[in-house]
């Protein structure tokens, strides 16, 4: 279940289980959303990314789904990995004229074994 | 095609000296952005920097701090008379252009004893 940790809210799953991290974007004019994913002591890991005229997208054992009406985006990893042990965030563009990647505060995904 | 570099991995500064942190974007990206991170939390976005311009700097403390992106070389962030709040983890990220996909350094972890 979730659960918010002194900085970062902790989702602990079972192994093979699917996980749904979501979070809330700030900005109705953001058009592009990328999701990262950081293993401790390293930087962050390009995952999937999606524009705001879709609402899903696929990659490997990951789907991202966008939800404009409310801001919100979520990542789904199916059949979760140890390996998948991590913090990810998710990061909008916030306006087209010197862009830079807003970040939101991350989840920290467990994988329970 | 090797991915983004930073160097040094790890700056262990005294109060008051200087840290230069520098990041090589990945071959044919032009677009540098620099974030900021303290432990368990989320990136901070700093700077953003294009070929010898700097494009968006308003996450950027407005003393000590400096960045650049020369014709020739890495990108450079410059903290002058560090101080102990200034440890952190310093990230790099590069895109080959506008509204795409950034990918990360492994970051440098700035110590400030």
């Known amino acids: 279940g979730e659960s918010v940790g002194l900085h970062l809210p902790t989702l602990s799953v079972q192994e093979g289980d699917n996980s749904i991290i979501n979070c809330a974007y700030s900005?109705?004019?953001?058009?592009?959303f990328i999701w990262y994913k950081q293993e401790s002591g390293k930087g962050p890991q390009f995952i999937i990314d999606?524009?705001?005229?879709?609402d899903k997208r696929q990659g490997q054992r990951v789907t991202v789904l966008l939800n404009k009406t409310v801001k919100h985006l979520s990542l789904q990893i199916a059949a979760t990995q140890p390996g998948d042990s991590a913090v990810y965030f998710c990061?909008?563009?916030?306006?087209?004229?010197?862009?830079?990647?807003?970040f939101g505060p991350g989840t920290r995904l467990s994988v329970l074994p | 095609n090797a991915g983004v570099m930073q160097n040094p991995r790890h700056l262990v500064r005294r109060r008051g000296q200087e840290a230069r942190l520098r990041c090589s974007p990945m071959?044919?990206?032009?677009?540098v952005y620099w974030y900021r991170q303290l432990p368990e939390e989320g990136l901070k976005f700093m700077v953003y920097l294009q070929k010898e311009n700097i494009i968006d700097e308003s996450g950027m403390p407005k003393e000590r701090f400096s960045a650049e992106f020369p014709k020739e070389g890495p990108s450079i962030l410059r903290i002058q008379q560090v101080v102990r709040g200034d440890s952190a983890a310093y990230f790099c990220?590069?895109?080959?252009?506008?509204?795409?996909?950034?990918?990360f350094g492994q970051g440098t972890r700035l110590t400030v004893v």
């Open positions: 990061a909008e563009i916030l306006d087209n004229y010197g862009q830079n990647f807003v």
């Open positions: 071959k044919g990206h032009s677009h």
């Open positions: 999606i524009r705001s005229n879709m």
């Open positions: 900005n109705s004019a953001s058009d592009y």
């Open positions: 990220a590069s895109s080959p252009r506008q509204g795409s996909e950034a990918f």
